[in-house]
C-alpha cells in the first residue's frame, strides 16, 4: 500500500486554501485512507469530482462529511469562516457549464467568500451579460466559465476593472476539441485582465478568485 507523507503545518495554514483529493480515478478506500491523514491539520478538506456512490463511502467514515452534488465536491471537514463583505462573481456562458462553475463557486464559499452566480449569459446573447453589468462591477473579481469559442471570457474582462480568471470548459462539438477550442481562445484574449486556468478547473478557479478577494 502506497505510504502518503504530508508536510506540516497543512495547506490551509501555509497557503490559505484547502487540502483537496482528487476523486476521480481513486476508489472509496484510496481516498478515506488519504482524508483521514488530511484531516489532522486546520483547514478545511475537500474532495473534487466525487460522485454519489463514494460520497456513501465516505460520509460511512466520516459523518461531517457534506456532499454539493452539483459542484461533485465532497467537504469533510468545514470550519466556519466570517463571509467576506465583497463578493466573487461566477459566470457561465451557458446551463453546461454550470459544473464547472459550481465547482468554482463552492470552493470559494467553504473558503469564507460570498459569491454571486451569473449564470447563462453567453455572447449567443450577449444582452444577457449587459443586463447583469451592475452586478458584475461590483465584485472583486470573477471566474467564466464557457465552452465553445470560449469568447464570453473576453467580454466579460472588456467590462469590469479587475482580474478574470478565465475556465474553458469540455462543452461544445467535434471542432471544441473538449474545451482545446476555448482554452486557445481564452489564452488569445486581447483584455488583458484576463488570466486562464485548465480545462474544467472549477477547483483551482476558486481557489484563485478567493486569494484575490481576501487580498492575499
Known amino acids: ?11 490551509y495554514d501555509r ?3 484547502p487540502e483537496a483529493i482528487y476523486g476521480e480515478g ?5 481516498i478515506i485512507s488519504i482524508t483521514r491523514k488530511l484531516c489532522g491539520g486546520s483547514g478545511p478538506v475537500m474532495i473534487t469530482r466525487a460522485d454519489n456512490a463514494k460520497f456513501k463511502a465516505v460520509k460511512k467514515a466520516f459523518r461531517s462529511a ?3 452534488k452539483e459542484a ?10 466570517r463571509q ?5 462573481c461566477i459566470v457561465t456562458a451557458g446551463t453546461t457549464d454550470i459544473p464547472v462553475a459550481e465547482e468554482a463557486a463552492v470552493t470559494a464559499e467553504l473558503l469564507g467568500n460570498k459569491v454571486e452566480r451569473i449564470y447563462d449569459v453567453g455572447v449567443a446573447a450577449v444582452h444577457r451579460i449587459l443586463s447583469r453589468r451592475e452586478k458584475l462591477l461590483g465584485a472583486t473579481c470573477a471566474a467564466v466559465c464557457a465552452g465553445m469559442e470560449g469568447a464570453l471570457a473576453s467580454v466579460v474582462g472588456g467590462l469590469v476593472s479587475y482580474p478574470v480568471i478565465a475556465v474553458p470548459t469540455s462543452v461544445g462539438y467535434g471542432v471544441s476539441y473538449k474545451g482545446i477550442s476555448a482554452l486557445l ?16 478547473d472549477g477547483f483551482g478557479a476558486g481557489v484563485i478568485t478567493s486569494l484575490i478577494n481576501k487580498g492575499c
Not at 461533485?72 to 469562516?81: W, Y
Open 185 to 200: 481562445t481564452m489564452m488569445n484574449s486581447c483584455a488583458p485582465n484576463v488570466s486562464v486556468v485548465n480545462i474544467d
Open 66 to 68: 457534506v456532499y454539493y
Open 1 to 11: 500500500m502506497t505510504k502518503h507523507c504530508f508536510p506540516e503545518p497543512g495547506r
Open 15 to 17: 497557503q490559505g486554501f
Open 84 to 88: 467576506t463583505g465583497t463578493y466573487i
Open 72 to 81: 461533485r465536491i465532497i467537504c469533510v471537514k468545514q470550519i466556519k469562516h
Open 26 to 30: 481513486k476508489t472509496s478506500a484510496q
